[in-house]
């Protein structure tokens, strides 16, 4: 569940990994809630991928429960193995941003390869989920320069078992995609988490 670009990067690495990562039986009854959410690109006026749109509603996101998303990026190179990816995570305590660290590969982590991640989680030869098969959109390296874009589509957000340090705060969220030493790509998302 990737879109080629930051698109791809974006929805994908971060939807995926909260599925993976925090998907759970033990928390059935539990409602997470995140409001306030926005996103900007941060990477200089020459990366050549970026996040053109993306809108979410309902806000705030109820957790679990249905979630409507349309995206749009782009990028001017093909993305291709590796592609190193830096996750910075921060919580807002007190009023001060205080990164989160790198824990059991979730928070502020280096990944040294984003295609690798996503071949993990959705292994070569297995369709791409949907609503990517049925817009055609890839789900794995390498994802071929151009332009991509995902239609509004409603998607449902499952139950998660989120560690007790990534409850009830403001977060701000930084991904820098890379290749060779050089930035690909960057994007922050902006975001509160509310439990219930």
């Given at each position: 569940m990737?879109?080629?670009?930051?698109?791809?990067?974006?929805?994908?690495?971060?939807?995926?990994?909260?599925?993976?990562?925090?998907?759970?039986?033990?928390?059935?009854?539990?409602?997470t809630k995140?409001?306030?959410?926005d996103?900007?690109?941060?990477?200089?006026?020459d990366?050549?991928a970026?996040?053109?749109s993306?809108?979410?509603?309902?806000d705030p996101?109820?957790?679990?429960?249905?979630l409507?998303a349309?995206?749009s990026?782009s990028?001017?190179?093909?993305?291709?193995?590796?592609l190193?990816?830096?996750?910075?995570?921060?919580?807002?305590?007190?009023?001060?941003?205080?990164?989160?660290?790198c824990?059991?590969?979730?928070?502020?982590?280096h990944?040294?390869?984003?295609?690798?991640?996503?071949?993990?989680?959705i292994?070569?030869?297995?369709?791409?989920?949907?609503?990517?098969?049925?817009?055609?959109?890839?789900c794995?390296?390498?994802?071929?320069?151009?332009?991509?874009?995902?239609?509004?589509?409603?998607?449902?957000?499952?139950?998660?078992?989120?560690?007790?340090?990534?409850?009830?705060?403001?977060?701000?969220?930084?991904?820098?995609?890379?290749?060779?030493?050089?930035?690909?790509?960057?994007?922050?998302?902006f975001l509160?988490?509310?439990?219930?």
């Amino acid at each position: 569940m990737v879109l080629l670009s930051a698109l791809s990067i974006t929805i994908g690495l971060l939807a995926v990994l909260t599925e993976v990562r925090f998907c759970s039986s033990t928390l059935r009854k539990k409602v997470t809630k995140i409001q306030g959410f926005d996103w900007k690109n941060c990477g200089g006026p020459d990366v050549p991928a970026v996040l053109k749109s993306l809108t979410v509603s309902p806000d705030p996101i109820a957790i679990p429960g249905p979630l409507t998303a349309s995206a749009s990026g782009s990028t001017s190179v093909e993305l291709s193995a590796p592609l190193p990816l830096n996750i910075t995570l921060e919580k807002k305590v007190a009023g001060f941003w205080i990164k989160v660290p790198c824990v059991e590969e979730l928070g502020s982590c280096h990944y040294r390869d984003a295609c690798d991640v996503l071949n993990q989680l959705i292994p070569p030869g297995q369709d791409c989920p949907e609503p990517l098969h049925t817009y055609g959109l890839p789900c794995r390296c390498p994802f071929k320069d151009g332009s991509y874009s995902l239609p509004q589509t409603q998607f449902y957000l499952p139950h998660m078992d989120l560690p007790h340090w990534l409850t009830n705060g403001d977060y701000r969220v930084q991904g820098v995609l890379g290749k060779d030493g050089k930035e690909l790509g960057c994007l922050k998302l902006f975001l509160s988490v509310h439990s219930a």
